[in-house]
């Protein structure tokens, strides 16, 4: 049995209940419930949207953070977004990143 971190409260679909909970650590734990080991690439997306969290309260749609990758990786960051969280950006990308579950949602 592995010794895992206690998470903050999590609703029925694993999103944190409340975003300013959210931790690095938090998010290494709810990348590896979906299988994912985050990379630098990783970071970069998840840390451009607790920025836009902090500053907008509000949860980045995905063509923001897909403009912000573009600054670095070019075209390609549309399909990299989607490579880094092959479920899908609410799905994973705003589960990891301590997101509330969207309601709505445009993937870009």
Not at 21 to 32: G, N
Not at 44 to 49: G, L, Q, S, V
Not at 68 to 74: D, M, N, V, W
Request: glycine content about 8%.
């Amino acid at each position: 049995m592995t010794n895992q971190p206690p998470l903050p409260p999590l609703d029925a679909e694993g999103y944190l209940i409340d975003p300013n909970d959210w931790s690095e650590a938090v998010a290494i734990e709810l990348a590896r419930r979906e299988g994912i080991t985050l990379g630098e690439d990783h970071w970069d997306a998840i840390r451009f949207m607790r920025r836009f969290y902090e500053e907008n309260q509000v949860a980045a749609d995905a063509r923001f953070v897909i403009r912000h990758l573009a600054e670095r990786l070019g075209p390609p960051a549309r399909k990299r977004l989607f490579e880094l969280f092959p479920y899908g950006y609410p799905g994973q990308a705003c589960k990891i990143a301590g997101m509330r579950r969207p309601r709505a949602w445009s993937t870009g």
